[in-house]
Every structure is written in C-alpha cells, then in structure tokens.
C-alpha cells in the first residue's frame, strides 16, 4: 500500500457482523457519499474496500469481507499471533481511485476465541520479513514482504454485531466461545456448497447450533442466532 506512520491509529471502533469488518460511515448513510468523495481506495462492490484520505494517503476505513473458502493452517496462524503488535497506519503513496483488493480466501479461530485471523491462501508463517501493523483498537492488518495478506480482528465476541451500525458489546462473552467455533468451521467451503445443494444433515447442523445459541443471554448471542437464520433462510426456504 506505500508505507507506515508509526503509532498511528485511524479512528472509529471496528464491527463485526460475520459477514464483514466495518469501520467507517455506513454504506446505506449519507456521510458515506461524502466519505467517498473525501477518499480513494477500493470498491466494496467488487472488492475488499479499504479507503485512503486524497490529501494526506493515510488510511481511514475499511470493509473487510470474512472469508469462507477454506481454514487457515493453525501452525500459520499461531505464528502470526504470537508476532508482536507494532501500533501504525498504513498510507497510500500513489493516489489511484478504483484499484481492486481481492477478498481474503482463509479464516482461523484461536481456541479461547480471543482473535479471528482472516488470510489470503498464499499465507505462509510470520518471520522477519512479517508486519502485525495495530491499525486501531483490536485490528491489525498483516503484512509479508511488504505485501497485504490478511487481518486480525481480536477479541471478536466483543465487536460481534448483529448489522454492521449496531453498538458493539464491548465485553466477551465466554458461553458463546465454543458456538462461534462451530459457526466458523461450519458456514464454510465445502459445506457451502452442500447448502446450496439443500443437504439434509447440514440444515440439521446449523437448526442444532441455532438452539444452542438460543439458550444463551447474551446480546452476541442474538447477533450469531441471527447469522445462523440468515444461513437457514438463504439454502433452507422451504
């Protein structure tokens, strides 16, 4: 993307609502317009949207898409995590409007659920040459060989929304650890596809979890309830 201003943060609490990390205005809002107007970046409609300041480069909001091609290695993704947090933002130095981002391919959860790695498939272990860049509160973009190669949203319960302008929750939720751990290897590639193709066993999967989420008091919990019936009515109408 260019280079870094140390210590830096963009600004603005990210949201996660399964589907995408947002920050910044809203799609459907009228600062959105304006914030465009204001920026250069990509475009979500066919890409990843990340949205860079025209006078300065710096980067200010972005819409990260959650991955669903496959899992990413948990060999890989431990060694991301365990690289230091190194607080910055990036910039853009060439101001072109319109470039694409493709969206990333992997997505890994870590066992407590305290971070969501989301990676391109040519993801290899964190060395050297690796960058964890802390954009803002609970968001790294990842780096490899001066390359963009993926996100880190941690403590995600916290920032779990059921549409992306809602007030995140702000705390974890524990009762809701092992739930989030089934939806994220569950609503993926291959299974997807036998979605699609309304396999009986996977309907009665994703019917099972939404009870299980049901039965916790949690307002995450209603985010990811919502997300299973999202699943249910999209593959499942009937």
């Known amino acids: 993307m260019g280079h870094v201003v140390p210590g830096a943060e963009i600004g603005g609490t990210a949201t996660w609502s399964i589907q995408t990390l947002n920050c910044g205005p809203l ?5 959105y317009e304006q914030h465009l107007r204001g920026t250069v970046g990509s475009s979500y409609d066919w890409s990843d949207e990340f949205r860079f300041d025209n006078l300065t480069g710096r980067l200010l909001s972005f819409i990260l898409k959650t991955p669903e091609t496959g899992l990413l290695d948990p060999e890989v993704a431990g060694t991301w995590l365990a690289l230091p947090r190194q607080p910055g933002v990036p910039v853009l130095d060439e101001r072109e409007n319109g ?15 305290s ?21 803002g509160p609970d968001v790294d973009l990842l780096f490899q ?9 941690n403590q995600p319960v916290a920032h779990l929304v059921g549409e992306p302008g809602d007030k995140i929750p702000g705390t974890d939720e524990a009762a809701l650890h092992d739930c989030l751990r089934q939806y994220i290897a569950l609503v993926i590639q291959p299974n997807i596809d ?4 309304e396999d009986p066993g996977m309907r009665l999967e994703l019917q099972q979890l939404r009870t299980r989420i049901h039965a916790i008091d949690a307002v995450q919990a209603r985010a990811l309830e919502r997300a299973v019936e999202r699943i249910l009515e999209t593959f499942y109408p009937g």
Do not use: K, Q
């Not at 969501?116 to 954009?135: F, G, H, K, Q, T």
């Open 145 to 153: 060989r001066s390359r963009y190669r993926g996100w880190i949203l």
């Open 115 to 135: 971070s969501l790695v989301a990676a391109d498939r040519d993801l290899s272990r964190a060395d050297r040459d690796s960058l964890r860049l802390e954009i």
């Open 99 to 113: 470039f694409h981002i493709d969206p990333l391919d992997l997505r890994f959860l870590a066992n407590d659920a």
């Open 194 to 197: 036998l979605m699609s193709d």
């Open 27 to 31: 799609r459907s809002s009228p600062a």
